[in-house]
T-cell receptor, first 114, second 115 residues
Framework: SQQGEEDPQALSIQEGENATMNCSYK?????LQWYRQNSGRGLVHLIL???NEREKHSGRLRVTLDTSKKSSSLLITASRAADTASYFC??????????????WGAGTKLIIKP | SQTIHQWPATLVQPVGSPLSLECTVEGTSNPNLYWYRQAAGRGLQLLFYSVGIGQISSEVPQNLSASRPQDRQFILSSKKLLLSDSGFYLC??????????????FGPGTRLTVL
């Protein structure tokens, strides 16, 4: 199973509302990242939060990390049509026989309705 | 500033044909380089990573290979494509000295369809 799993799989809200996406993971991590992907495009890094941090902000984005629950949330405030995209969390994980690498969830597809 | 290029943007190839996807990075030296594949509606699967010229590590055994002939050039190849090779291929880089799990910067991707 995946290290990081986003919830919900899809989210549709009205422009101006807040959007919250969650990510759960299974093993201990050093950091967790959130990325955005517009349809058919590459991924854009949003925020990296380290395991000793609980909250980070970047503009309209707020990320929280609860290592005791092995979960993170991404909050987008005052959503805009341009926020329509898929959002992925990525965690670091060491797998047997492999080096540390980013493990990706399947993403949350966010649609902002005008 | 740093930029990353990938080409082609889209590619339709018959089964059994060869493949060559290219990725170049500008504005940085000695980057870590990565090839990922993304199936429709899914997350990313790491295929290869490289910490230097000629140094390639494979994460998933398959009929794909990667090469790094120059510091900022990363090539994904196949001698004979399979239907299962269809997908969205993404190249990424990260700063030298950072771990593989620090911030990665992605190219625009190549949509490969094998028929």
């Amino acid at each position: 199973s995946q290290q990081g799993e986003e919830d919900p799989q899809a989210l549709s809200i009205q422009e101006g509302e807040n959007a919250t996406m969650n990510c759960s993971y299974k093993t201990s991590i050093n950091n967790l990242q959130w990325y955005r992907q517009n349809s058919g495009r590459g991924l854009v890094h949003l925020i990296l939060i380290r395991s000793n941090e609980r909250e980070k902000h970047s503009g309209r984005l707020r990320v929280t990390l609860d290592t005791s629950k092995k979960s993170s949330s991404l909050l987008i405030t005052a959503s805009r049509a341009a926020d329509t995209a898929s959002y992925f969390c990525a965690t670091d994980a060491s797998t047997p026989g492999s080096n540390y690498q980013l493990i990706w969830g399947a993403g949350t597809k966010l649609i902002i309705k005008p | 500033s740093q930029t990353i290029h990938q080409w082609p943007a889209t590619l339709v190839q018959p089964v059994g044909s060869p493949l060559s996807l290219e990725c170049t990075v500008e504005g940085t030296s000695n980057p870590n380089l990565y090839w990922y594949r993304q199936a429709a509606g899914r997350g990313l699967q790491l295929l290869f990573y490289s910490v230097g010229i000629g140094q390639i590590s494979s994460e998933v055994p398959q009929n794909l290979s990667a090469s790094r002939p120059q510091d900022r050039q990363f090539i994904l190849s196949s001698k004979k494509l399979l239907l299962s090779d269809s997908g969205f291929y993404l190249c990424a880089w990260s700063e030298l000295g950072t771990g593989f799990t620090d911030t990665q910067y992605f190219g625009p991707g190549t949509r490969l369809t094998v028929l």
